[in-house]
């Protein structure tokens, strides 16, 4: 302790306060800062009814009416489709946790049945696109070229060039691609979910579509390569500017300090 | 010499006198406290003193010159033994090319052993003295600028460039001139403006096709919250004009209900609410499309300007000056959907003579 | 040594070169001036040969890029081995960019060499104008050398961007289309310039071809121009240091060049050649092939410049979209504004030593560097720049921003349009109070010592801390500095009572003198007097 005192004034020592009081802080944040998987669990309790309109009644009608007509808060499900409904909850957007600018990616609490007749019910209040099969969005076969193209051309203002995301008009945002399952790609591109716009057939058609879902693959997956090394997010010059201001001229900076720097005498003080 | 305009007192007085040259040690306290005590005594380092010490740093220096001419052979032997596509993963840097990252290491320990080995041999084996060096003043003494100034004037005088105006003014208009030829030389870097920027491909009767497919749109194509790109019939991405031609054609067509559209113009200029934009941004030509198909904005990835779609596309927010420009279309005898002119106005940024 | 004596008449080989040389170029009396000449040794003194080793290390790299690289825009099918861009159509110029990244062994390194070193040298340059000019180091007679340096960094922004545009891809070339719409929004000429640039309409066919000579060529021709006049003028002036021991303005105290500099500064080149290749080893930058080749209409979101255009960037999207149509002609200030604040921005950093040194009206040569906190107007006033500089870069990467840290985009947006403004307001008068403060601490430590952190108890009960007395070394560190008084106009009225003409421009001299050295800028550092009475006294508090 008395050494500890001793050093109270030392030039170093508002650092090393500065340095624990952010570590104290950080970890105070961990602990106390919200867990969502509670949330998610107890949300997932109330729904044990399997039958499309049972779901619906429980999970969805409270914002779009009991008969899918709408309301003030939820958009009208007549005629948006098998697809529309497998998109929005087997990502895990719908049901919506509360309104905002948009309604987040989250675990999806419902199983592939249970999506399914929700799905089935939804279809049944009006024809629209029904859930792509397989064979649809497999990626195998499609031309990866074509499709950056493609990708290019129709998404990438979006989405980024490889899929990372971008941002939209107040507050809104272009999610990232990455680990999205092919067939919600497929569904979002002809669905058009939230304020994503919609490309059906025929505008983008089905092999159109299937190139960009092997691009994505190709280019935003767990396999994609960075020949040069750490891909640094994707997000292009402005990752790389804080990374070569940071690692590059810091590494550096740090080097000159030891060059400069006095050797240790021999006898220290 | 000094300015004409500041009094000598304003400035701080030079060092006073006890303020020691380098190296003479003043004797604190007596006159000034805060006397230059002058050069410290030199140290010695442990180097200095013990040889041990010194072998030990002289063999850290030879073991980083020694890695790095391995590092020089691993080189060597990456960029003959590594094939150029063979890709690795490295935690964490994922799946990266095994020649960059060879290559990049060995050369980047060979590099850095040779300076890491240098700056240790100087820092710990070349002796640590400091030493001072006298500074001169930079201006030159007044007898060495008076004579400057003498000769200069001696050699204007010869000259007499100053007595025969007639010589002084032809030579300065010659030179003056002499350098138009190589302004005029530059005309032929690229062609006068003229109407170049007001015109587009787009003209009465050319069907909208399809960005995506390369087919002619017909209005049933064209779903509403839909997104779609087109250019002119005819152009083709092969065509030597095409980056040229596309770069002010290219369009933006979305389907709004007709009850939505604000602008009276705009739904007068649509066909069964399709609208058809110029995806060139005015503000300084990005492709703007980031199409909202809720709120009906486009959003431009440069510089973040907002256009309302369902309201003549005019800006409400960012930093262009005016709204995107709308191409008039109808639909033909065959059923697909055509322009009914080109764009009323210059597409893409503002300038001078647009007006 | 013994038998060297005994062969006197026959110099040994390398002397004999040596002789030859100085036969020719008269070497000796360069080498008597210089070779043992001294160079000071502080870590941000090295920050200069940080850009000095990056400048050559892309000179180096970039000669062998151009052995590769096609500055052609004509349009070719890609046959690489980047099997996602097999079978599209590009320029030739991308194609070649694609082969140098994928088909020569070595050339991915390489290009990644030059574009990291280039991140690197426009960085460094930042850094060491904002060292020199927070030291003061600008001052007589290093005002020329400060634009060279000044000149250097805004070059190097263009040798950059233009660098940057050449590989004809999808990012860089939508930076060069914001290029053709900021120069098509000058007034009376943009057209034409804008014609004359790219050969025609945009894109056209000329602009990589162009941009190629004027980047390989034209501006760094310059560069290395300047890159010489700096250092020959570093080397002429001797280098500046901070006070200390026995360095006066007349002196200058470290290690001769050779052989410690020579080994010192040497060993560094090849630190920061080694660091930045074992940087372009594990960190790609501008993955060209995930970019795409150009094509006019098609865009990515994160369109960016690279750091040293981002302030430029931060510029033109913070600006509202103002746009004025008079007789027939269109004036578009949204663009125009955000170009001309560009230029004065970056002149007024420029321009700074003489403004200084008109204020003072000192004309003497200053070689002794001024701490921060000692010249605290000096100091705010650069806080207050580069705040404003910071700014505008948030603003460059506004969607960036607003994606990770989940804001809104017009959110970050209006922060950036009003923190442009206050931002150095409050960080001019946040860092003059910061120098002040550090001022006063220092006065405190002359006069009464350095805190010990030793509470000790007397007597009577009173808690005391114990106060160490500085070494003669510190005391006169932190009393060396200069302390200027305010100039004055003098009095209204001459000695006949007729009143005086006093100028415009000397009142507002007297002004901002008042400002830069007036009672509230500065604190008084202690006296000897002061001193002496303090100590010798009973007791320190």
Known sequence: ?????????????????????????????????????????????????????????????????????????????????????????????????????????????????????????????????????????????ADIAEGGELFRTNCAQCHNFTGKGGALTTGKYAPTLEDVDPKHIYEAMQTGPQNMPSFPDTTLTEKNKKDIIAYLDAVNSDKSESPGGLELGGLGPVSEGLFGWIFGLGGLIAVAVWVAARTAKAKKS | MSSQDTPEENLPAERAADDSEHGA???????????????????????????????????????????????????????????????????????????????????????FCIGAGAV??????????????????????????????????????????????????????????????GVVLLRDLGPLPEDKLRHTLWRKGK?????????????????????????????????????????????????????????????????????????????????????EQQTHHVLCPCHQST???????????????????QLRIGVNDEGYLEALGDFEEPVGPAFWERG | MSTANDDRRKAPAGERVADWADGRLGI??????????????????????????????????????????????????????????????????????????????????????????????????????????????????REINWLFGFLLFVLGMFTGFTGYSLPDDLLSGTGV??????????????????????????????????????????????????????????????HTQFAGPGRTNKNVVGMPLLPVYMAKAGGFFFLVFGFIAMLAAVASINPIWALGPYRADQVSTGAQPDWYMGFAEGLIRAMPGWEINLWGHTLVLGVFIPLVLFGLFLGIIALYPFIESWITGDKREHHILDRPRNAPTRTAFGVAWVTAYMIMLIGGGNDIVATHFHLSINAVTWFVRIG?????????????????????????????????????????????????????????????????????????????????????????????????YGDDSQIPKPTAEEYREITSGHGHH
Request: proline share 6%; with cysteine; hydrophobic share 45%.
């Open chain 1, 1 to 141: 302790m008395k050494k500890l005192s001793a050093r109270r004034r030392h030039p170093l020592a508002a650092v090393v306060v500065l340095l624990i009081a952010l570590a104290a802080t950080g970890g105070l944040y961990t602990l106390f800062a919200p867990a969502d998987k509670a949330k998610a669990d107890e949300t997932a309790q109330s729904l044990a009814i399997d039958e499309g309109k049972k779901l619906y009644a429980v999970g969805c009608a409270s914002c779009h009416g009991t008969g899918g007509q709408g309301t003030t808060d939820g958009p009208s499900l007549v005629g948006v489709g098998a697809a529309a409904v497998d998109f929005q909850v087997a990502t895990g957007r719908m049901p919506a946790q509360q309104p905002g600018a948009q309604v987040p990616k989250k675990r999806n609490i419902y199983s592939q049945a249970e999506i399914d007749q929700l799905a089935a019910y939804i279809a049944s209040l009006g024809a629209g696109p029904s859930v792509p099969t397989e064979n649809q969005y497999n990626p195998e076969g």
């Open chain 2, 25 to 111: 040690v003043a004797v604190p306290g007596e006159k000034n406290p805060f006397a230059d005590p002058g050069l410290p005594p030199h140290e010695h380092r442990i180097q200095d003193i013990d040889e041990r010490a010194a072998r030990r740093s002289e063999r850290a220096v030879a073991f980083m010159f020694t890695l790095s001419m391995l590092a020089t052979v691993a080189f060597i032997a990456s960029f003959v033994a590594v094939p150029v596509d063979k890709s690795i993963y490295v935690f964490p840097l994922g799946h990266i090319s095994a020649l960059n990252f060879a290559l990049g290491m060995t050369l980047g320990v060979a590099l």
């Open chain 2, 120 to 181: 240790h041999w100087a820092r710990t084996l070349m002796s640590d003295v400091e030493l001072a060096d006298d500074r001169h003043a930079i201006e030159a003494e007044p007898e060495v600028r008076a004579k400057v100034m003498d000769d200069f004037r001696q050699g204007a005088k010869e000259s007499a460039l100053g007595r025969r105006k007639l010589i002084r003014n032809t030579m300065f208009g010659a030179l003056t001139l002499v350098p138009l030829s």
């Open chain 2, 207 to 291: 069907l909208l096709v399809n960005m995506n497919t390369d087919e002619p749109l017909r209005p049933s194509d064209v779903a509403v919250g839909s997104l779609t790109f087109a250019k002119p019939e005819g152009l083709e991405e092969h065509d030597h004009d095409f980056q040229n031609e596309i770069a002010k054609a290219a369009l933006m067509i979305v389907r709004l209900q007709p009850e939505n559209i604000k602008d009276k113009r705009e739904l007068e200029w649509s066909h069964e609410g399709i609208v058809a934009y110029s995806k060139i941004c005015t503000h300084v030509g990005c492709p703007i499309s980031l199409y």
């Open chain 2, 307 to 325: 256009f309302d779609l369902s309201d003549g596309a005019r800006v409400i927010f960012g930093p262009a000056g005016h709204a995107l420009p």
């Open chain 3, 28 to 141: 000796y009396s360069l080498a008597k001036a210089n070779m043992r000449k001294i160079f000071p040794d502080h870590w941000s003194f090295m920050l200069g040969e940080i850009c000095l080793y990056s400048f050559i290390i892309i000179i180096l790299t970039g000669v062998y890029l151009t052995l590769f690289f096609h500055p052609s825009m004509n349009e070719v099918e890609y046959h690489g081995s980047y099997v996602p861009l097999q079978g599209q159509l590009m320029s030739e110029a991308f194609a070649s960019t694609l082969d140098i990244s994928f088909d020569v062994r070595g050339g991915l390194l390489i290009r990644q060499i030059h574009h990291w070193a280039a991140i690197i040298f426009l960085a460094g340059m930042f850094v060491h104008m904002m060292r020199v000019f927070f030291t003061g180091a600008f001052r007589k007679p």
């Open chain 3, 177 to 238: 289309r914001f290029t053709q719409g900021a120069i098509l929004a000058t007034p009376v000429v943009g057209t034409y310039i804008s014609m004359f640039l790219f050969g025609g309409e945009f894109p056209g066919g000329d602009f990589v071809a162009r941009f190629y000579s004027i980047h390989i060529l034209l501006l760094p021709g310059i560069m290395l121009g300047l890159v010489v006049g700096h250092l020959i003028l570093v080397f002429y002036h001797k």
């Open chain 3, 420 to 516: 442009f403004f206050a931002g150095p307001v409050i960080a001019f008068v946040v860092t003059k109070r910061i120098c002040l403060g550090l001022q006063r601490r220092d006065k405190d430590k002359v006069l009464h010592g350095r805190e010990s952190g030793i509470i000790k108890r007397l007597p009577h009960g009173e808690f005391i801390e114990i106060h160490e007395p500085l070494s003669q070394e510190q005391l006169h560190v932190l009393t060396a500095h200069e302390q200027y008084q305010p100039a004055e106009i003098g009095p209204a009225v001459d000695e006949n009572g007729v009143e005086r003409k006093v100028k415009g421009s000397q009142k507002l001299r007297a002004k901002l003198s008042e400002a830069y």
